[in-house]
């Protein structure tokens, strides 16, 4: 558990339902109007990521943006977050609501940020940009599938949005992909991916009793109906392959977003995957436990995934350059290569230091893409699939990255689908 959670440590120190709408919203959601040159925001899903990185950061943000209402299921923290708001704006006005269709009704928001487990992600996001609003959403998909619908409908309403990770702010990662696009390495040969383990535990399924402050039928949305127990819920849905894609999703979505990056194949993927591993069992969880995993790239990069200590490393003809640890210093297999300059002709890749949030709030008003726009998201996220698929077929697999099919395989294009939703929730309209 800790290595899962030692990313989060670091951030702290640092449409008819389809989507029927009300038509009358109640009082306490009619809060006071922010300035007309401020984006107005709602916040859905307000746990711990959702209030501690996120929500933190819009409210240092205030020269651009006004955050009015606040979402979750679970009432304590809609509450909290609600008193984190009041507190920063010295007033009460913030809005607040366990149905994050009442925020996607107010014609006074102009954009969401969505803080839920990852089952929620997709089909909030194309309900949102279908109301208009433009989008910043956790990472990642649930399916291979979901994601080509999530770019089809944020294309098709003209929405902005923003696959919500900090990676490509941060300095580190920024460098090595630079270093690595201009040659300083010579011609990449190989990636090493290492992601965190999982806990240890295998998780508790005996039902419990549903906390009087939670919607559970609202939590689980269009997953299959289950029992309530603590294990099942907030961190640790993350475990369960009907809410999560497990720590290789969970964790994925950030390093292989700079590998791909890096390796300017960022709107692509990978041509042929394998690995081996073990999943849990015996217990509530059921995602993978342990993996070593594959990925070969058409231009001869082979890159690896295996479990550790949070790193990544690019190695070339010429030397290698990566780091240690979540955010772990730059290193190189030489000063030259770790201290190199670039010139002002050479490739320089889109960042914002001001963070995703920041970047996202700019692209709004200018209506330009985000520093990691859907579509980018988008394959991020499959990498994170295909290494699953994968792993619980037990084989190699051909991937076309063009078609965005497996070559020859049926059942793993069945496990790259839309997986069925529980009524009333669609992607349909």
Not at 316 to 342: C, F, H, M, P, Y
Request: aromatic share 8%; glycine share 8%.
């Amino acid at each position: 558990m800790k290595a899962c959670l030692s990313r989060r440590a670091f951030l702290k120190s640092g449409a008819a339902t389809a989507l029927v709408l009300p038509q009358i919203l109640p009082a306490r959601l009619r809060g006071a109007a922010a300035p007309s040159n401020l984006i107005t925001v709602g916040f859905i899903g307000t746990g711990e990521h959702g209030t501690g990185w996120n929500l933190r950061r819009y409210l240092e943000l205030r020269e651009l943006c006004r955050v009015l209402v606040v979402c979750d299921v679970d009432g304590a923290r809609m509450r909290r977050a609600k008193e984190i708001v009041d507190e920063q704006y010295q007033n009460r006005d913030c809005a607040l609501t366990k149905d994050f269709r009442e925020v996607l009704a107010r014609k006074d928001i102009d954009a969401v940020m969505i803080s839920t487990p990852d089952h929620w992600h997709t089909l909030m996001s194309v309900l949102a940009v279908r109301a208009g609003k433009d989008v910043q959403c956790e990472k990642p998909t649930l399916s291979i599938d979901e994601g080509k619908i999530l770019i089809r409908e944020v294309r098709r309403h003209h929405r902005v949005f923003q696959t919500s990770t900090e990676d490509r702010s941060i300095p580190v990662y920024h460098r090595m992909a630079e270093l690595v696009r201009n040659g300083r390495i010579g011609r990449v040969q190989r990636v090493e991916v290492i992601l965190p383990r999982q806990p240890n535990v295998p998780g508790d399924p005996t039902p419990q009793p549903v906390p009087p402050d939670l919607d559970w039928e609202m939590w689980l949305g269009p997953a299959p109906f289950a029992p309530y127990t603590r294990d099942r819920v907030h961190f640790n849905f993350r475990w369960i392959e009907d809410y999560s894609g497990g720590i290789i999703c969970d964790w994925g979505t950030h390093l292989f977003d700079t590998a791909q990056w890096a390796l300017d194949v960022e709107r692509s993927g990978p041509v042929e995957i394998e690995g081996t591993g073990t999943f849990w069992s015996g217990g509530l969880y059921n995602t993978v436990k342990d993996y070593d995993v594959t990925f070969r790239y058409a231009n001869g990069v082979v890159m690896t995934c295996r479990p550790g200590n949070p790193s990544i490393r690019f190695i070339g003809t010429d030397g290698w350059v990566g780091n240690t640890g979540w955010r772990g210093e730059l290193e190189a297999s030489s000063d030259a290569i770790k201290n190199a300059r670039l010139g002002p002709d050479e490739i320089r890749l889109y960042t914002n230091p001001q963070g995703e949030h920041h970047d996202f709030l700019q692209c709004v008003k200018s209506r330009k893409d985000p520093y990691f726009p859907v579509d980018i998201g988008h394959r991020v996220s499959t990498v994170c699939h295909l290494a699953n698929i994968a792993l619980k077929l037990g084989r190699k697999l051909r991937w076309d990255p063009v078609k965005e099919e497996f070559l020859g395989d049926e059942t793993a294009n069945e496990l790259r689908k839309v997986r069925p939703m529980r009524p009333p929730w669609t992607l349909e309209g």
